[in-house]
């Protein structure tokens, strides 16, 4: 009796696997049923549940264990500590000359190397997921290396032969999980449809984003983010020939494949043949895979090509085709659009069959992709060597973290930079040796360097789904300087990660005074750890000359100065703590014995004022933006390793604000605090706290009388013009303001200005906030200037009013203050160059007072 029951337990397992082979394969594919199906794996059928991260990475496994042609690798870890991995599947004839194979293309993308294509395999990266609440491709993911793995028969084996196929289930593992619980612990049985469920509207920040809720289909550029890193390092390993980029849209919508919008859209440093002969031939792919299963797309419109952080350009910008699907989501199991019923089986069917037409596509035109990829590092260096533009020279001589910090980035691009040999004087400005880098034009990664230093302002666009600058050397707030054939310049060694780590100097012990410079980026990291661990510290309001090794140094504002004398705890323990501030921080501490000066005030002046350890909270939740509170949240993790309590807006009711020095609201309505709410804080902030809004968040703050400034009325159009209706959504998109970069000039005697050397600072703009200049004349920290305009897309409109208007204000609040930062400080972790002025308000904020003007 049992025999029967296994026997009739095994047919009725066939019989489920079979009938979901039939739905999401093509039709007359055949199996090997030694490969188990995602369902036979996971014990329910795929489209069920959604499937947590690690069941996923437990069948990558199992494939791994049971087929020759399936191999595993763990390429790094989340900041949850969820693995990253790669499933690697080929021919086992391939895989045992695997090393020789990945040897041979990065020749291939050598233009110096002379190779041939006959007989390489075509090498493809599938991946998946990059926003958590998109989750049908993960599913997708393992019904696709089934399919790759299982499927017999020569269409099969010769698939294999002729490629090299890497599937990442899960760019974003930790976004997964978090949408994957919510979908899973609402799921209603039977599964409810309607729009309003639960299981539908995920609580706050959703799983779309990582850990620190930051977008990571943005990150491959900047690469500020842990999970990029570690899919970029495994990326240069490989640079694959096709990469793919799986989505989902609103449940109304269908599917979309690439071609983008045409023209003005597309990246400018990609050739044409991507765009021109790569994306349709593969579209005719896409187009029979959905035609077969009648499948709704859509293509050549809204989404665009030009931003490099996304994961279907940057590899546009490598030689490969980055391929970017959309799909409507049934976000849970099962949703009702305008038309039918969505379920999340359906979803999963659309990109696997996407996932195997890209497959398909590349195999059997597999030399056209490769030697696309071998003309492409060609014309790069062809084009490096021919223009005008030799070099590019970049170093702030007052900040070695934030230069070095930069150099890193170009070097994780595999970006040739070099140390520079000999001073060097462009344009009025100087660069010193051992203190600037020089990146030549002749290299293969040509069109990266373009990527990182060029400003553009002419576009054949004026719509963009996302930013229209992303010139990363201004936004690192760098001085830097294109180099011309007439400038002679002496290049030193190529630098590597090892010859650009920080090395701080010894600090000799002193029985008198430390000194530390503000200038340095990590700074912030050295003060806080004194705080900390008791270390009274106070900065300078005033600059001073003193003596440092029996020479003259000069110290800017905000210097740190450690006086012996001022604390509790025993001088050897200070020292102690000096020393491990300069070796986490990288910072240089110097030992002073007098505290008289050469120059300026003395280091007891009323002008070195204690610094008050800082204690900040930070509004999350409903009404807040995630990115933006995941932006400080990351940064004070990662560059000053200082703690921030985040509380949600519907707990604010509990918050002793009194407990806390500093009140963080991010972009953001908070009219869910009510009146109570807003007369808390003004409470808090007329007894001498710090307030520090953020883009809508000021907004609010003025409409709700929380702080006493205005905003800049729009005037509207007044012009009686008559339009198309048809064009309406290119008139009004091309009137916002999506992302584009700014000069502005800084008051670097304020103290949200200490530490800045130089009065220009490049900032970021993507919103629509302006406020009226302040009624006193010292309370206008960043201005932007007549001409700001640096990089980017922004119609003239809106240009004349950015011209001359705020970007950063302190307004004065009893004896308080609110600082009203109309641009983020810490866009996307890679604004190096304003994230100093955030620092300044966390650490110098109860010493800001925001003085009246009593005319003339």
């Not at 089934?146 to 099969?156: D, F, H, M, S, T």
């Not at 096709?242 to 990246?267: A, I």
């Not at 050397?757 to 932007?784: C, E």
Request: aromatic share 12%; glycine share 8%; proline share 5%.
């Amino acid at each position: 009796m049992k025999k029967i029951s296994l026997i009739i337990g095994l047919c009725l397992a066939f019989v489920v696997s079979f009938a979901q082979n039939n739905y999401f394969f093509p039709q007359g594919t055949n199996f090997d049923p030694a490969i188990p199906t995602p369902e036979q794996f996971l014990g329910y059928p795929i489209g069920d549940w959604h499937t947590r991260h690690d069941r996923i990475v437990n069948y990558f496994e199992e494939l791994a264990k049971v087929s020759p042609k399936a191999h595993f690798q763990i390429i790094g870890y989340t900041n949850e500590h969820r693995a990253q991995v790669v499933l690697t599947i080929t021919s086992p004839e391939n895989y045992a000359k695997i090393g020789d194979i990945q040897k041979e293309h990065a020749r291939l993308t050598d233009p110096t190397q002379s190779v041939s294509t006959a007989g390489m395999p075509v090498i493809v990266t599938l991946g998946y997921n990059v926003h958590g609440n998109e989750p049908s491709s993960s599913e997708a993911a393992m019904l696709t290396a089934y399919y790759l793995i299982a499927r017999q028969g020569a269409e099969a084996d010769q698939t294999l032969r002729e490629s090299v196929i890497h599937i990442d289930p899960n760019y974003n593992p930790d976004g997964r999980d978090r949408h994957s619980t919510w979908a899973n612990m609402h799921k209603g049985s039977p599964p409810v449809a309607d729009p309003l469920d639960r299981e539908h509207n995920e609580g706050w920040p959703r799983g779309r984003f990582n850990h620190y809720w930051f977008d990571l289909n943005r990150d491959w550029l900047p690469l500020a983010h842990v999970e990029s890193q570690n899919r970029l390092e495994f990326f240069h390993k490989w640079l694959p020939n096709v990469c793919t980029d799986f989505h989902e849209m609103g449940t109304n919508g269908t599917n979309f494949f690439e071609p983008t919008k045409p023209y003005g859209s597309e990246n400018p440093v990609v050739p044409r043949d991507n765009y021109d002969k790569l994306n349709p031939l593969f579209e005719k792919y896409f187009v029979k895979a959905l035609d077969e299963i009648g499948s709704l797309y859509w293509a050549k419109e809204v989404f665009d090509n030009s931003y490099p952080g996304y994961g279907s350009t940057y590899p546009d910008i490598h030689g490969g085709l980055g391929l970017v699907f959309e799909q409507a989501s049934s976000r849970g199991h099962v949703q009702q659009s305008s038309t039918r019923v969505i379920t999340f089986p359906f979803t999963i069917r659309n990109h696997v069959r996407t996932g195997l037409a890209t497959v398909k596509a590349s195999v059997e035109n597999r030399e056209l992709l490769l030697k696309h990829q071998q003309d492409y590092f060609k014309s790069a260096l062809d084009e490096g060597r021919k223009s005008a533009i030799k070099a590019y020279v970049f170093g702030d001589n007052n900040d070695r973290g934030r230069t070095n910090a930069f150099a890193e980035l170009l070097l994780k691009h595999r970006i040739e930079t070099y140390a520079l040999d000999a001073d060097l004087n462009v344009g009025g400005m100087r660069y010193e040796k051992g203190k600037a880098f020089v990146v030549p034009t002749d290299q293969r990664q040509y069109r990266m360097v373009r990527s990182m230093f060029e400003k553009v302002t002419k576009f054949y666009d004026s719509v963009f789904y996302d930013a229209s600058s992303w010139t990363m050397a201004l936004g690192y707030g760098l001085p830097y300087d294109g180099l011309s054939a007439s400038v002679k310049f002496s290049r030193g060694e190529k630098i590597n990660f090892e010859s650009i780590a920080p090395k701080p100097a010894p600090v000799p012990k002193s029985n008198y005074a430390y000194i530390f410079e503000w200038n340095e980026y990590y700074a912030p990291k050295a003060l806080y750890h004194l705080l900390n661990n008791g270390v009274f510290a106070k900065a300078a309001f005033k600059p001073f000359t003193a003596v440092v090794n029996g020479q003259n140094k000069n110290f800017g504002y905000g210097t740190i100065v450690v006086a012996v004398a001022d604390q509790n705890l025993p001088a050897d323990e200070v020292y102690a703590h000096i020393k491990e501030a300069s070796r986490k921080s990288g910072v240089d501490i110097y030992n002073v014995e007098t505290g008289m000066t050469a120059q300026g005030v003395y280091l007891g002046s009323g002008n070195i004022r204690t610094v008050e350890k800082p204690k900040v909270i930070m509004l999350i939740g409903n009404g807040a933006s995630p990115t933006e509170a995941g932006a400080i949240w990351h940064l004070l993790d990662t560059k000053v390793e200082m703690p921030i309590t985040k509380v949600d807006t519907d707990q604010f009711s509990r918050v002793n604000l009194f407990n806390y020095n500093t009140l963080i609201l991010v972009s953001g309505n908070y009219g869910m605090l009510g009146d109570k709410g807003v007369e808390k804080i003004k409470d808090w902030v007329k007894e001498g706290g710090t307030l520090i809004l953020q883009r809508y968040a000021v907004n609010w703050a003025i409409n709700s009388k929380l702080i006493d400034e205005q905003l800049v009325k729009d005037s509207g159009d007044q012009s009686q013009q008559r339009f198309d209706y048809v064009t309406a959504d290119d008139h009004n998109g091309s009137r916002e303001i999506g992302g584009s970069m700014y000069m502005a000039d800084l008051d670097i005697t304020h103290p949200l200005g200490f530490g800045y050397a130089r009065r220009n600072l490049p900032v970021y703009r993507n919103h629509d906030v302006f406020i009226q200049p302040s009624k006193s004349p010292f309370n206008t920290v960043v201005k932007y200037t007549a001409n700001p305009l640096l990089s980017g897309y922004v119609h003239s409109s809106n240009l004349n009013k950015i011209r001359n208007s705020v970007s950063l204000e302190v307004t004065g609040v009893g004896r308080g203050r609110a600082i009203l930062f109309v641009d983020d400080p810490n866009f996307r972790g890679y604004w190096y160059g304003t994230n100093k002025l955030f620092f300044n308000a966390l650490f110098f904020g109860s010493h800001i007072a925001a003085p009246n003007f009593s005319g003339q």
